[in-house]
């Protein structure tokens, strides 16, 4: 093995060979075991989140595909209709032209060509990060079968009624010109303005005022309302009001909904621009003025005067004829939320137009008896909550979007506006007896990708074909994703594929936290935190990561305060920490928390315990490799720590195995990683050399421990295969041909997972070790604390020491004189006080060190007396500027944390400095 450890040298190629060998295809005869890839946009590159939740992924994939499961990871991606078709607008803006200018069929052809270019890179980036899945089964949602599932849920849904096409209110993007989904509504705090406005009442000269944040939707108000119980109107309920800069009357109503204390108590009604207006319209059945045409210009239901007029400049402009009229009564700075297009940046507009949508409330039914039965479960359990709250209020899905790339909706029109659904021109001509000379035009929309998406778990197993897939692997196993996508994916799966299989999608439901950054910020691009995985793979230097996080920027004054930000907080860019630190670190995050920071410090951490686990095995391949390791039979004896070291494996394949199940990555990542640092690298294999570097050991004891170094090794890094693939498979690979026979071109990833091995718990065995482990520490602290050599050797005394004490003593001498650097322990009698000593206390037992000759007690008590006053100083410092009103109410909240830790531990230290210095004062 190369003395260190390089990812990049093995990753690649690593990879490359498991994909040719076809290692990712199901294989294991055992129970089904599946998990759906939550498809990634086309467009998209692989993200923190992606990074998070994929590694929880492969981690589940590997270990129940070593555990002989029948395992199957179904990967694919989504066609994004919006982010995609944006994408290659933008290019052919670039050169001058629209898509109108190529026309449909060939602008969607454009799309295919970009999406076989460069519509793989996410896929690649997967690729990077270990992930296992079967890739000759990858799908993308507009391959023709998914396409044939899409259309087949469409049509027979509309056969039901339970798709219609309606006028309702939806999110509209006047700059991409198509309705929106919820999730792609960014709904930011910004400053704006309520405008008091006075409405004349129709019959006197009195008027009321009405507060708004848009007075320019007034020219589409049908009402005002008040609260029924608000003393101050209700004689006015039931009159009119002259809607100003218009010629129309509009009633005053009552409605519970009406906040008193908000604004003057008087809100205006427009129901064909705001979603509370609109549920108020249809309650009393108000009309619906919509004064917007499709770009957000003011159309011909308004007055003449402000016709053509985009919004905001309509809003100028009706602030200014309220002033001329003498309406307007004052105007006051308000902050508000601004529902923005997370593609577009566009201020969205709630928009009254016509659309598909699906009647979900009988889908949605056996969705939630799911859960409740707990044929479903989510993980954590809180999230059912969640779940429940947005299916008992459940809303008719818009499901159409006036864009040209996704799957088109399945119907057509003749010239007077008549529908037919089917799922061909020519299936519709015959299901409607259609003259063949009936000029039918197919529909433009195309539907929601949340629409196709929510197929996922049974299209992407071959229905509605009954394919031996679909019979094997639904329901699938788990499902990983975020809770912001619960209600526009999860519940939309549940209900899909009930309705259309009878059975449901998963049966587990594991809800990951959301990464943020290590002072808990939402990582985006705006605030210049982002970080790109890849980058933590392979590295990036100060320079390319600013640039990186400043490209695109349109402020230079954004740009500069993030470039400024990086420059700061990584001067040197990020070193190249190998995928299998990042994995082991997403590992170890993965609790139960919703919010989850990442620290790159934590990556390092675990880069170096990459370098640990290739050093140790670097030190067993020298001790065992050309060495007789009872492979091929001969008397074996094992140590104590032979034994100890296999039953604590036991206990840590028990506690990981338990961890898994439990979807506790965390944990199981810290049993792991604590086995491998301090059980087996820190003592284990320091305790074998006093096996093996012993000229008294026999062939017998110096085979077993051979056999017990390279065996545990073997089993080890199969246990943190899931984990960490590159590096397991990199050490396995000269590790195992020492452990058993192998076939060639054979991988660790299809090697059975550790079983416990009952037998193997030796319960005396793990007792001696852990008294052998407290006495070497205690001789260790007394080193430390007095300043003495770590190999000067040294005498002990022992006091109180029972039978057993002896007992383990005699069985665990050539470990203990090893390790502790002891030439002689003698027993002292029964009341003996003993020597000026320093004292270690194992359990009831005191073992002295004599310290006559081994310090200068002088030279200690001035060294130790200057440390004192050095930390004393520090604890005055650090408590001085927590003291300073100033620095408390200005320093970051991480800043002041670090502080008071620093505090804690100086005091801490200064305690040990004082009882160090009355120790030997005491000598």
């Known amino acids: 093995m190369d003395k260190t450890f390089e990812p990049q040298s093995i990753e690649k190629q690593c990879y490359q060979e498991w994909e040719t060998a076809g290692l990712f295809k199901p294989s294991g005869e055992g129970t089904p075991y599946s998990i759906l890839l939550p498809p990634p946009n086309v467009t998209g590159s692989l993200h923190m989140g992606h990074a998070f939740q994929h590694t929880i992924m492969d981690a589940l994939t590997r270990y129940h595909r070593m555990k002989g499961d029948n395992t199957l990871w179904q990967v694919g991606t989504d066609h994004a209709g919006i982010a995609t078709q944006m994408v290659v607008e933008r290019q052919l803006n670039a050169e001058g032209k629209t898509r109108h200018d190529l026309g449909r069929e060939d602008f969607v052809k454009k799309i295919w060509e970009w999406k076989e270019e460069s519509g793989g890179t996410i896929t690649q980036q997967m690729r990077r990060l270990g992930t296992s899945g079967d890739w000759d089964r990858e799908v993308f949602t507009m391959d023709e079968n998914l396409s044939k599932a899409v259309t087949e849920v469409f049509v027979k849904l509309h056969e039901e009624g339970l798709i219609y096409r309606g006028k309702r209110l939806v999110n509209w993007d006047p700059v991409l010109l198509t309705a929106v989904s919820d999730l792609e509504v960014l709904n930011e705090e910004e ?8 409405y004349p009442l129709e019959e006197s000269g009195d008027s009321i005022i009405v507060a708004t944040t848009r007075p320019e939707t007034m020219l589409g108000d049908t009402a005002v309302a008040v609260h029924p119980d608000d003393e101050r109107y209700q004689h006015l309920i039931g009159k009119n009001i002259k809607l100003p800069l218009t010629n129309r009357l509009i009633p005053i109503i009552a409605d519970d909904y009406v906040d008193p204390e908000f604004g003057t108590g008087c809100v ?21 003025i919509n004064v917007l045409t499709e770009d957000a210009r003011i159309n011909d239901e308004a007055p003449e005067r402000y016709r053509g007029m ?21 105007v006051e700075p308000h902050k508000l939320k601004v529902p923005r297009g997370d593609r577009s940046g566009s201020v969205i507009e709630p928009y009254l137009t016509d659309q598909w949508y699906v009647a979900v409330e009988s889908l949605a039914k056996p969705a939630i008896e799911a859960v409740e039965a707990g044929e479903i479960r989510f993980v954590p359990e809180n999230w059912n909550k969640t779940y429940y709250q947005w299916m008992h209020n459940i809303q008719d899905w818009c499901i159409s979007r006036q864009l040209w790339w996704g799957h088109r909706v399945p119907a057509w029109y003749d010239d007077q506006g008549n529908i037919y659904v089917a799922r061909t021109e020519a299936e519709a001509r015959e299901k409607h007896k259609l003259a063949d000379d009936l000029v039918l035009h197919q529909d433009n929309d195309v539907l929601d990708t949340w629409f196709s998406s929510a197929l996922w778990p049974f299209a992407t197993l071959g229905w509605p074909e009954k394919t031996p897939e679909l019979a094997t692997y639904l329901p699938t196993s788990v499902l990983v994703t975020g809770f912001d996508i619960i209600f526009f994916w999860v519940a939309r799966m ?5 309705k259309f299989t009878g059975q449901i999608p998963f049966k587990e439901i594991y809800i990951t936290g959301l990464i943020r950054d290590e002072n808990g910020d939402k990582m985006s691009k705006s605030k210049g935190n982002v970080i790109d995985p890849i980058d933590v793979i392979d590295g990036i230097d100060g320079d390319a990561l600013v640039a990186k996080r400043t490209r695109g920027m349109m402020q230079p004054q954004l740009a500069e305060k993030v470039a400024k ?7 040197d860019g990020f070193n190249a920490y190998g995928t299998d630190a990042l994995r082991f670190t997403f590992a170890a995050m993965a609790s139960t928390s919703r919010d989850i920071n990442f620290d790159m410090g934590r990556v390092e951490g675990y880069r170096n315990f990459c370098n640990k686990i290739w050093n140790a095995s670097r030190f067993v391949l020298m001790n065992t490799e050309n060495e007789d390791c009872g492979l091929n039979g001969g008397k074996m004896e094992l140590s104590l720590a032979d034994r100890w070291v296999w039953a604590k494996f036991q206990q840590v394949v028990q506690e990981f195995e338990t961890a898994i199940a439990d979807y506790r990555f965390d944990i199981a990542a810290q049993v792991a990683y604590e086995f491998t640092w301090n059980q087996f690298c820190d003592w284990y294999l320091e305790l074998t050399k006093a096996i093996l570097n012993n000229p008294d050991s026999s062939d017998a004891q110096k085979r077993g421990s051979r056999h017990t170094l390279i065996n545990v090794l073997e089993n080890l890094l199969r246990l943190m295969h899931p984990f960490m693939p590159f590096i397991t498979e990199a050490i396995w690979q000269r590790v195992a041909p020492l452990c058993k026979s192998l076939p060639d071109n054979v991988s660790i990833m299809v090697q059975s997972f550790p079983a ?3 037998d193997r718990i030796d319960a005396q065995a793990l007792e001696d070790i852990e008294w052998v482990k407290r006495f070497i520490l205690g001789i260790r602290n007394i080193r430390g604390e007095m ?3 770590p190999n000067k050797p040294l005498d002990a005394l022992l006091r109180n020491a029972s039978n057993e004490d002896i007992r383990k003593l005699k069985a665990t001498r050539p470990f203990i004189d090893k390790l502790a650097k002891l030439q002689k322990i003698d027993n002292l009698m029964q009341g003996e006080k003993g020597p000026a000593s320093a004292t270690a206390l194992i359990g009831e037992m005191e073992v002295l060190i004599p310290m006559a000759g081994l310090i200068d007690k002088d030279a200690e008590l001035a060294r130790l007396q200057k440390a004192i006053e050095k930390m004393q100083k520090d604890v005055d410092r650090t408590e001085g500027k927590l003291a300073n009103a100033k620095f408390v109410s200005n320093a970051p909240e991480a800043v002041i944390e670090k502080e008071r830790t620093k505090l804690a531990q100086a005091k801490m230290q200064l305690v040990k400095l004082r009882e160090q210095h ?3 004062a005491e000598l």
């Open 191 to 198: 400053n704006g303005h309520m405008w008091h406005i006075r």
């Open 268 to 288: 205006k009604i427009t129901p064909a621009h705001d979603f509370n207006d609109y549920e108020m319209g249809k309650r009393h059945n108000l009309p619906m």
């Open 310 to 330: 985009d919004r905001f400049d309509a809003r100028k402009q009706v602030v200014s004829d309220l002033e001329d009229l003498d309406l307007l009564l004052k």
């Open 494 to 498: 549940i209900m899909m594929t009930k």
């Open 565 to 571: 930000r990086t420059r700061k907080q990584y001067p």
């Open 756 to 758: 416990v091995e009952q």
């Open 787 to 789: 300043d003495i050599s």
């Open 918 to 920: 009355q120790t030997i």
